[in-house]
């Protein structure tokens, strides 16, 4: 055997090793919390007791910076939370929520809005859409962004990434 080839062996024994010790740290960490141990949002939950007492799992930090953002929106204290997705958006992190005018009796009272994390735990808020009927809509996550997905009121299909858009420079719904 080479000088070389003792080294690259060397150098193989030593990764596979590491791996294998994160490997073991990992499973001794314990499982995931379940689910169904998290608080969730239910219908009747206005946004403003959604990001100061449901959202988890936030800092104060940040949970001060989504209410400071949400406090300027005029007539804040009337929407509800019909859905949320919480993480990475798009490369950000942030918030991204359906949510429904709760004084409307309309079908055209939901909004799609996001939430993006600036420096020092400050949030700028996004309409993504707003006042449509989106009860047939869902939002998700997958792999770091963040889809919507459904029926607009109209009949209309939306299938789409919340993501930044250079064009308007703006965060948007890109369709695929």
């Given at each position: 055997m080479t000088i070389r080839s003792v080294a690259a062996l060397t150098f193989l024994l030593l990764v596979f090793g590491a791996c294998h010790d994160n490997k073991i740290n990992i499973q001794r960490q314990g499982p995931p919390p379940s689910p169904t141990q998290l608080p969730t949002a239910t219908p009747q939950d206005t946004v403003d007791r959604f990001l100061s007492e449901i959202l988890?799992?936030?800092?104060?930090?940040?949970?001060?910076?989504?209410?400071?953002?949400?406090?300027?929106?005029?007539?804040?204290?009337?929407?509800?939370?019909?859905?949320?997705?919480?993480?990475?958006?798009?490369?950000?992190?942030?918030?991204?929520m359906i949510i429904t005018d709760g004084s409307s009796g309309a079908t055209n009272r939901s909004s799609l809005i996001v939430f993006i994390e600036r420096p020092a735990h400050r949030f700028d808020l996004y309409w993504i859409f707003k006042e449509e009927d989106l009860s047939r809509v869902s939002i998700s996550r997958s792999s770091g962004?963040?889809?919507?997905?459904?029926?607009?009121?109209?009949?209309?299909?939306?299938?789409?990434?919340?993501?930044?858009?250079?064009?308007?420079?703006k965060w948007t719904c890109i369709p695929f």
């Open positions: 988890d799992p936030v800092s104060d930090r940040e949970r001060k910076g989504y209410l400071l953002s949400w406090h300027k929106v005029r007539g804040h204290e009337r929407y509800e939370v019909a859905q949320y997705v919480h993480g990475e958006v798009a490369g950000a992190y942030g918030l991204a962004d963040i889809w919507a997905n459904g029926l607009r009121g109209d009949g209309s299909k939306i299938t789409c990434e919340i993501a930044w858009s250079r064009q308007p420079n």
